[in-house]
């Protein structure tokens, strides 16, 4: 079992940045493939990006590629979200995710989930 706890989400202007963080409790987080997904409202869930167990392969929506850094901090049990060049249409709440059985952009093929932390880009 792993619990997910986000934060860093807050009201930030255009072209402004943020930092996600998730915290995740478990030994077993180096072992753990991560991602972040977000929704707005009235949307489905959408995958942002995705990093392997290693920290050594990351995956992007095309949306977000060369604006939003994914990276995993094992010592610390942490995975980030680095956002910059924000724009009105990343408003969403964010969600970091575990435990990926299959694809990785695909939300159902995850088994844990963070409760969510609210992003939201002012123009």
């Known amino acids: 079992q792993v619990q997910l706890v986000e934060s860093g989400g807050g009201l930030v202007q255009a072209g402004g940045s943020l930092r996600l963080s998730c915290a995740a409790s478990?030994?077993?987080?180096?072992?753990?493939?991560m991602g972040w997904f977000r929704q707005a409202p009235g949307k489905e869930r959408e995958f942002v990006a995705f990093?392997?167990?290693?920290?050594?392969?990351?995956y992007y929506a095309d949306s977000v590629k060369g604006r939003f850094t994914i990276s995993k901090d094992n010592a610390k049990n942490t995975v980030y979200l680095e956002m910059s060049s924000l724009k009105p249409e990343d408003t969403a709440v964010y969600y970091c995710?575990?435990?990926?059985?299959?694809?990785?952009?695909?939300?159902?093929?995850?088994?844990?989930w963070g409760q969510g932390t609210q992003v939201t880009v002012s123009s």
């Open positions: 995710a575990a435990g990926l059985r299959g694809t990785y952009y695909r939300s159902d093929e995850y088994d844990y």
């Open positions: 478990g030994r077993t987080f180096s072992t753990y493939a």
């Open positions: 990093i392997n167990w290693s920290g050594g392969g990351t």
